[in-house]
């Protein structure tokens, strides 16, 4: 398994060089990207030739960089920008040594801080009626409480996230098919 992610990684590596190609186009899909490579890189990265080790590297990096420079804020300034901004903050924070992590894991921390206030409602539910998204919004947030503890009232709110989820889930733990599933 481990050679086949190595071989699959260099293939995307060589079809996918930074910001040419379908693969740039959304910066929600490059956070989405970082934050799965940074599960490679922590499974297999001790394993991985010098050369591969040292391009992947480079390649999460730009992908930080990419992030910081593409966050959704003007355009869908809600679950996409939640995604990125937790996975700006995560690479600034697992990966401290890059130029301009302090700042990344910064600004990606302040975003994820303040989308706690403007996507979920006071009761605990995700603002758009979908429990998909609210699923989603309630990753995003524990990963990144997870990476660096956020302040009280807003641990508070996540856990109203949570007992919301347990609600949905109800005696039978299925989740309800609603909204943009």
Known sequence: YRDEIFGQLENWLDQNPFLKGMNWASSLEVAFRSLSWV????????????GLRRRFLEELYR????LEHNLSIHFSPNTHLLGEAAALHALGTLFPAWPGSHRRRRLGREIVLAQMDSQ???????FEPSVYYHVYALDMFV?????E??????LARLRRMAEC????MGPARLLPQTGDD
Do not use: K, N
Request: charged share 10%; hydrophobic share 45%.
């Open 39 to 50: 599960w490679v890189y922590h499974w297999t990265g001790h394993a991985m030739e010098r």
């Open 165 to 168: 989820l347990d609600v949905l």
């Open 120 to 126: 979920v409602l006071p009761d605990g539910f995700h």
């Open 149 to 154: 503890p956020a302040p009280g009232p807003w």
């Open 143 to 147: 990963l990144h409480h997870l990476l």
């Open 63 to 66: 992908h930080a960089v990419y």
